[in-house]
């Protein structure tokens, strides 16, 4: 089976400025998980969204991060204005239903760099 | 919030010898799942773990749950160097379905 994709693959911002990033789930799969993986951490959950509604986002920093998941399949997850927080590693993940049952199927990731 | 130890931070072994990572929480928890990150990849599942004092084994690998459900811990038997990369125990607790990431362990294995 196809994995999930992921793109870009890398992107450089300056701070203030904008950049969103797109994922595409394996097929079938109903639940789709954003992680932030900051250098020598574990993933931490952004969000996560079963088909098309938001099953948590407890940690996703809403003044400047927001998330969508069209039709229950692709999702963008942009963040406005960026800081020099935010680089990291954005890894896109998604399951056959939710995680308690099912393990994750993770992307390759965007490696976000804010200057 | 919900937290989950995992340690030693880091190991550094000869190729060869064992290698033993561990995932402590102070609460029971409902499942916990075990990944592998090598260098500049991503999380790969390897095996979840549900029940009480489960044990199972992939190859030299081998995995536990306490029978609290507390803990856990991934065991390798004779190292090798294809065993490089970080191995992140990941646990959900409750009827929460939000799955949370330990910090992880960083095996190198010097051939």
């Known amino acids: 089976e196809a994995g999930v994709a992921q793109s870009p693959r890398y992107k450089i911002i300056e701070k203030r400025q904008s950049v969103a990033f797109w994922c595409n789930p394996i097929?079938?799969?109903?639940?789709l998980y954003w992680y932030q993986q900051i250098l020598g951490q574990g993933p931490k959950l952004l969000i996560q969204f079963q088909n098309n509604g938001v099953v948590d986002d407890s940690q996703l920093p809403k003044d400047r991060f927001s998330a969508e998941r069209l039709k229950g399949v692709d999702s963008t997850l942009k963040i406005q204005p960026a800081k020099l927080e935010d680089s990291a590693v954005y890894l896109c993940a998604s399951s056959l239903v939710g995680s308690y049952n099912s393990p994750l199927h993770f992307g390759n990731g965007t490696r976000l760099t804010v200057t | 919030g919900q937290q989950v130890m995992q340690i030693p931070q880091y190991q550094h072994v000869q190729e060869g010898e064992d290698f033993t990572t561990y995932c402590n929480s102070s609460t029971t928890l409902s499942n916990i799942q075990w990944y592998k990150q090598r260098p500049g990849g991503h999380p790969v599942f390897l095996i979840q773990l549900v029940k009480s004092g489960e044990v199972k084994k992939q190859k030299r690998l081998t995995f536990q749950f306490g029978e609290a459900k507390k803990n856990s811990s991934l065991h390798i038997t004779a190292t090798q160097t294809t065993d490089v990369g970080t191995y992140f125990c990941a646990v959900t607790q409750g009827g929460s379905e939000k799955l949370v990431f330990g910090k992880g362990t960083k095996l190198t294995v010097n051939p």
């Open positions: 097929s079938g799969h109903a639940t």
